[in-house]
């Protein structure tokens, strides 16, 4: 890819980022969030971070390396971290910062 054809690129992925952003306020101006699209904001949020936990967690072995303990560590702060704090940024940053400690020092 060309330095222009890159350029083009971001600024069309970044366009498309912001008419989704704003599509919701333009489409529903002055209106009444639709049940349906109400539905999807409490649900969608869950549902990913469940699909992001099945990803990560798909390759884990328990019966080679490590075992999924640093995994399971990290999994265990979110949760606890969350738990106790109601921080979604706090939860994310300790679990990945402890799932990190351990891949790099403890089952290096």
Do not use: N
């Not at 366009?15 to 306020?25: E, P």
Request: net charge positive; aromatic share 12%; charged share 10%.
């Amino acid at each position: 890819m060309t330095l222009a054809e890159q350029i083009l690129t971001v600024l069309i992925g970044a366009a498309a980022t912001q008419f989704t952003r704003f599509a919701a306020f333009i489409f529903f101006a002055g209106k009444k969030t639709p049940a349906f699209l109400a539905y999807l904001g409490k649900c969608l949020p869950g549902a990913v971070f469940a699909l992001l936990v099945v990803y990560c967690l798909k390759d884990v072995s328990v019966f080679t390396g490590s075992r999924g303990i640093p995994e399971a560590a990290g999994i265990a702060a979110t949760v606890l971290l969350h738990l106790w704090k109601r921080q979604m940024l706090l939860s994310i940053a300790g679990g990945t910062a402890l799932y990190m400690l351990f891949v790099q020092t403890v089952f290096a």
